[in-house]
């Protein structure tokens, strides 16, 4: 069941669209870095076009000052977890308005199918302590490192360590994830998201390195998974920058996971800066069933079952 006074996005809602853009949080690093505000855009093609995998909500404010809540977030696969991709204002988060709008979005989410509701946020700032209270914990900690952009200085030859992902990497791509990704971020992620094609590292008929790219308007977005054990750390490193500025004039960022701290040395040696740090936090979903509506004649069926919606909460681990 929907939140009290929490609805879809329509036509009417266009000016508080207009006004909150600049005023809320980007609570998906990747989208922030590559995209920023720009991210609402999708949500007039949520209007028009049922079935997106963005997903956007509106919970009115009141005459009690109450601002007028936005809140939008993306799942890219059906079996995958929710982002949390923006909510605005950010004040929202400490009125009635703003939490009924998380609510709201986390049952959204877990009618498409979303068993987790995964959001990325500065544990230093206000947001974080109102996350924590609505239900969101801490599963996974991450360094966002940025450089400038520095056409042409990434050695082509290097780019020959990369090739694109096939779908026959796919078994050793879990492999290699199985033994990077601890257990705990492994029950909350699916991995890399199968709706785009990355790039893969094969040493000696082993897989040994893997990376996301999302370009955008406002920068370029590398997530790597690289074995502790590749020797070749530096003509690799290089090869990734190749790949991912490809005669870019945005800037690069690289996104490093805490279990994959040791990529630091490298980045810092390829002219990179920490330019923010965050927890990864998680909000668990119940599983929502709908059973398929159907006729009941009452004398061959004298217990009907409920067609009504069934929220089932999963245990913990």
């Given at each position: 069941?929907?939140?009290?006074?929490?609805r879809p996005l329509d036509w009417l809602d266009l000016p508080a669209l207009?006004?909150?853009?600049?005023?809320?949080?980007?609570?998906?690093?990747?989208?922030?870095?590559?995209?920023?505000?720009?991210?609402?855009?999708?949500a007039l093609l949520d209007m028009l076009t049922p079935g997106r995998p963005t997903h956007t909500l509106v919970a009115?404010?009141?005459?009690?000052?109450?601002?007028?809540?936005?809140?939008?977030?993306?799942?890219?696969?059906?079996?995958?977890?929710?982002?949390?991709?923006?909510?605005?204002?950010?004040?929202?988060?400490?009125?009635?308005?703003?939490?009924?709008?998380?609510?709201?979005?986390?049952?959204?989410?877990?009618?498409?199918?979303?068993?987790?509701?995964?959001?990325?946020?500065?544990?230093?700032?206000?947001?974080?302590?109102?996350?924590?209270?609505?239900?969101?914990?801490?599963?996974?900690?991450?360094?966002?490192?940025?450089?400038?952009?520095?056409?042409?200085?990434?050695?082509?030859?290097?780019?020959?360590?990369?090739?694109?992902?096939?779908?026959?990497?796919?078994?050793?791509?879990?492999?290699?994830?199985?033994?990077?990704?601890?257990?705990?971020?492994?029950?909350?992620?699916?991995?890399?998201?199968?709706?785009?094609?990355?790039?893969?590292?094969?040493?000696?008929?082993?897989?040994?390195?893997?990376?996301?790219?999302?370009?955008?308007?406002?920068?370029?977005?590398?997530?790597?998974?690289?074995?502790?054990?590749?020797?070749?750390?530096?003509?690799?490193?290089?090869?990734?920058?190749?790949?991912?500025?490809?005669?870019?004039?945005?800037?690069?960022?690289?996104?490093?996971?805490?279990?994959?701290?040791?990529?630091?040395?490298?980045?810092?040696?390829?002219?990179?800066?920490?330019?923010?740090?965050?927890?990864?936090?998680?909000?668990?979903?119940?599983?929502?069933?709908?059973?398929?509506?159907?006729?009941?004649?009452?004398?061959?069926?004298?217990?009907?079952?409920?067609?009504?919606?069934?929220?089932?909460?999963?245990?913990?681990?």
């Open positions: 069941m929907a939140e009290p006074g929490v207009h006004r909150v853009r600049a005023l809320g949080l980007c609570l998906h690093a990747e989208v922030a870095f590559t995209r920023g505000p720009q991210t609402l855009q999708t009115p404010g009141s005459n009690g000052g109450e601002p007028t809540a936005i809140g939008q977030i993306l799942q890219r696969e059906p079996s995958g977890p929710a982002r949390l991709v923006f909510l605005g204002p950010a004040e929202a988060l400490t009125h009635a308005s703003g939490l009924r709008l998380l609510d709201a979005l986390s049952q959204a989410a877990a009618l498409r199918g979303a068993r987790n509701l995964i959001a990325d946020v500065d544990e230093h700032s206000p947001a974080f302590e109102c996350l924590r209270l609505a239900g969101f914990a801490i599963y996974a900690r991450q360094r966002i490192w940025r450089r400038e952009p520095q056409v042409g200085t990434s050695p082509r030859a290097a780019a020959s360590l990369w090739r694109p992902e096939l779908s026959s990497d796919g078994p050793a791509l879990q492999s290699l994830l199985a033994n990077l990704v601890p257990g705990l971020v492994q029950q909350v992620e699916t991995g890399p998201s199968r709706a785009r094609r990355g790039f893969v590292y094969w040493d000696e008929d082993e897989l040994r390195g893997y990376l996301e790219v999302e370009r955008g308007p406002l920068g370029i977005w590398l997530q790597p998974y690289v074995h502790p054990a590749v020797e070749t750390i530096e003509p690799l490193f290089a090869g990734m920058l190749h790949e991912g500025e490809n005669r870019s004039t945005r800037p690069m960022y690289v996104c490093v996971r805490s279990y994959q701290g040791w990529m630091s040395g490298p980045l810092t040696r390829f002219g990179f800066e920490v330019c923010d740090d965050q927890a990864v936090m998680v909000r668990r979903l119940a599983a929502v069933e709908r059973a398929a509506d159907r006729v009941v004649h009452p004398a061959l069926e004298p217990h009907p079952e409920p067609t009504a919606p069934i929220a089932r909460a999963e245990s913990k681990q």
